[in-house]
């Protein structure tokens, strides 16, 4: 697999660390570290540096670096965002600017919009779709179809309309440091496109107000939402570094129960499916969220692709998928995983290897509270391999594979098809991960000079 062109070295491809801490941490890394050599330091134009995880595979990750003035925006509204945007078939290289936090639930003139803004005129009102729908009367057997089904999916698709960004080819979407830059209650979304950077932004409350319900989901029927803080669709060539995702200010303690099931509002947080392949997700924090990352939407979403690095990030308050992974590639290495209960969040397992999945979990570090188990770090259905050593949990070597097999009826293979060879900053190893990522990662972390 050949390396971008990139020449820029890893050191100087970083972003500043403003603490001494942070300095000595990613000099360990070999990232993240500040260059008194390198002068100016531009994180609009920064790329993906060779070698690091597979979203600098062939042409690397370059996103919107090569935009002129003309398409080089800031932006602090949401109406500002859409136009910067501009087509989705518009492959000009452009540089998006976020400066503070843009809510996605407002009008064209930043007026804040309501669930109750979304249903107008569409028909629809909850309890009018809990009396068509519930199970006593309607059954279990079939999803939900008829006048209140069809009002739910019109007032979803005017939330859609509102809070779902979609970003182009060759295109970075960058934070201002400083600034608290982010998008609240929206999602980006990355569909067959190429060559995107997303950086120093938070993502928080990205909420469905229409959940459906689909009494076939399981045994007892679930409540399903649409929309992901970021989702990859068929795209390609991304690189998410150096952001921050959670569900706050609603965790999912608040949401009410209907038909017996969770009324959940919030899907998943970094979603890589349909194909997507050569992604890089670095330096992330993701915290106080149920199903975090998918990779993979089904057991026949595609073969040959789905090819995924993940290192660096921190996942704290996490109850599963981190990430749950099926048919592809996938590097999970140098992260950190939090297992303490937070917000309500209590911790199901950590990867989820299925649907023949190839995962290479090497030098990531588990805390587990006392009573915690490691035979439920891991997850699968009997076919997803797991290989790699180097695992620390409290400190400790650890067969993680090993312990879950112990005690589980479908076992995870320890083999793999392939050897990672994209793999600039890999720490050889995980003990100083709880020290050092505590600094290095998430959103408000990057600074220029």
């Given at each position: 697999m050949p390396a971008p062109s990139h020449r820029r070295s890893l050191r100087k491809r970083r972003a500043l660390v403003v603490s001494a801490a942070a300095v000595a941490a990613g000099a360990a890394a070999g990232a993240l570290v500040m260059n008194a050599n390198a002068g100016t330091v531009d994180l609009y134009h920064q790329t993906l540096a060779a070698k690091d995880g597979w979203a600098s595979s062939g042409t690397g990750t370059t996103g919107g670096a090569k935009a002129d003035a003309a398409h080089t925006f800031t932006v602090s509204t949401r109406a500002q965002l859409v136009k910067a945007l501009g087509s989705a078939s518009d492959t000009t290289p452009r540089i998006i600017k976020v400066k503070g936090t843009i809510d996605a639930n407002t009008d064209d003139s930043g007026k804040k919009l309501t669930c109750a803004d979304y249903s107008a005129g569409t028909g629809y009102s909850l309890p009018a779709y809990l009396k068509a729908f519930d199970p006593a009367s309607y059954g279990?057997?079939?999803?939900?179809?008829?006048?209140?089904?069809?009002?739910?999916?019109?007032a979803q698709d005017k939330q859609a309309k509102n809070i779902v960004f979609k970003v182009p080819s060759s295109t970075?979407?960058?934070?201002?440091?400083?600034t608290k830059a982010g998008i609240t209650g929206g999602m980006l979304q990355i569909q067959n496109v190429?060559?995107?950077?997303?950086?120093?932004?938070?993502?928080?409350?990205t909420e469905d107000c229409f959940p459906q319900w689909d009494p076939t989901d399981g045994d007892d029927g679930n409540w399903n939402s649409e929309y992901d803080a970021v989702t990859l669709r068929g795209a390609s060539h991304v690189w998410a570094d150096h952001n921050t995702f959670t569900d706050a200010p609603r965790f999912d303690s608040a949401n009410p129960a209907y038909f017996g099931r969770e009324?959940?509002?919030?899907?998943g947080l970094l979603?890589?499916?349909?194909?997507?392949?050569?992604?890089?997700?670095?330096y992330n924090q993701f915290t106080a969220h149920d199903k975090t990352m998918l990779i993979g939407s089904s057991d026949t979403d595609s073969t040959g692709k789905l090819r995924v690095s993940i290192h660096h990030n921190v996942w704290r308050g996490i109850t599963?998928?981190?990430?749950?992974?099926?048919?592809?590639?996938i590097h999970v290495y140098n992260n950190l995983y939090d297992t303490t209960k937070l917000n309500g969040y209590a911790p199901q397992y950590s990867i989820n290897s299925r649907a023949k999945a190839q995962v290479v979990a090497e030098n990531n570090y588990w805390t587990v509270p006392s009573g915690g188990k490691t035979a439920k770090l891991l997850s699968g259905d009997g076919t997803g391999s797991i290989a790699g050593t180097g695992n620390l949990v409290n400190g400790t070597t650890t067969d993680l594979v090993a312990a879950y097999n112990a005690a589980a009826s479908k076992k995870i293979k320890t083999t793999v098809n392939w050897t990672p060879t994209l793999t600039a900053g890999l720490e050889k190893s995980a003990k100083n991960l709880p020290?050092?990522?505590?600094?290095?990662t998430g959103a408000e972390v990057l600074k220029e000079s």
């Open positions: 279990r057997a079939k999803l939900p179809s008829g006048t209140q089904e069809t009002a739910r999916d019109a970075s979407v960058v934070g201002v440091p400083g190429d060559n995107v950077i997303v950086r120093d932004l938070t993502f928080s409350a009324y959940q509002v919030h899907d979603d890589i499916t349909k194909g997507s392949d050569l992604v890089t997700v670095s599963q998928r981190a990430p749950l992974a099926r048919l592809g590639q020290t050092t990522l505590g600094t290095t």
